[in-house]
T-cell receptor, first 114, second 114 residues
């Protein structure tokens, strides 16, 4: 089955700096890659997603890039703010052929220092 | 994601007891999912259902059971066979059976052993 690895497990950045989280996946048939943000004790919330026919997607301060050949995708947060502090999860899916199941990475705890 | 309701918020299980976690959605979503989250870890899929009266095992189904008698409801039973049930349980749903619609999560149920 699919395996998703996420790095780093923790990331500390100064407010205003950029943060980058990287994920690799094993199943070349995966075609959908969402990113979720989870605050302590809360539900994961979708922040951005990308499909395999797109190499990059941006939404304000957040961007995701996908390299299908290398089977990795990354989350970029620019101009970080204290409210960006949370745990971020990447995930991968093979789509309808596999029940649209998501396989999650282990998470990255991001701390933005004021 | 106010349309996905999980209850109770906190649940305690005694030795040898089965407990049932509720997940209800009013979003008219076809597919529903149950995940388990252990402290400091990612989400792992327990069971999922793409349509009423049908469900499939995920990666860690042992010790759990589900039913999908109504489109809006997908209860999860943690049986006495699950020897380490302490975790945060998250229910998710998504629209349509086409690929690559995002999953949205409920607020979760935190289960502990008495």
């Amino acid at each position: 089955g699919e395996n998703v690895e996420q790095h780093p497990s923790t990331l500390s950045v100064q407010e205003g700096d950029s943060a980058v989280i990287k994920c690799t996946y094993s199943d070349s048939a995966s075609n959908y890659f969402p990113w979720y943000k989870q605050e302590l004790g809360k539900r994961p919330q979708l922040i951005i997603d990308i499909r395999s026919n797109v190499g990059e997607k941006k939404d304000q301060r957040i961007a995701v890039t996908l390299n299908k050949t290398a089977k990795h995708f990354s989350l970029h947060i620019t101009e970080t703010q204290p409210e960006d502090s949370a745990v971020y999860f990447c995930a991968a899916s093979r789509g309808q052929a596999a029940g649209n199941k998501l396989t999650f990475g282990g998470g990255t705890r991001v701390l933005v220092k004021p | 994601d106010g349309g996905i309701t999980q209850s109770p918020k906190y649940l305690f299980r005694k030795e040898g007891q089965n407990v049932t976690l509720s997940c209800e959605q009013n979003l008219n979503h076809d597919a529903m999912y149950w995940y388990r989250q252990d402290p400091g870890q990612g989400l792992r899929l327990i069971y999922y259902s793409q349509i009423v009266n049908d469900f499939q095992k995920g990666d860690i189904a042992e010790g759990y059971s589900v039913s999908r008698e109504k489109k809006e409801s997908f209860p999860l039973t943690v049986t006495s066979a699950q020897k380490n049930p302490t975790a945060f349980y998250l229910c998710a749903s998504r629209t349509g059976q086409g690929s690559n619609h995002p999953q949205h999560f409920g607020d979760g149920t935190r289960l502990s052993i008495l």
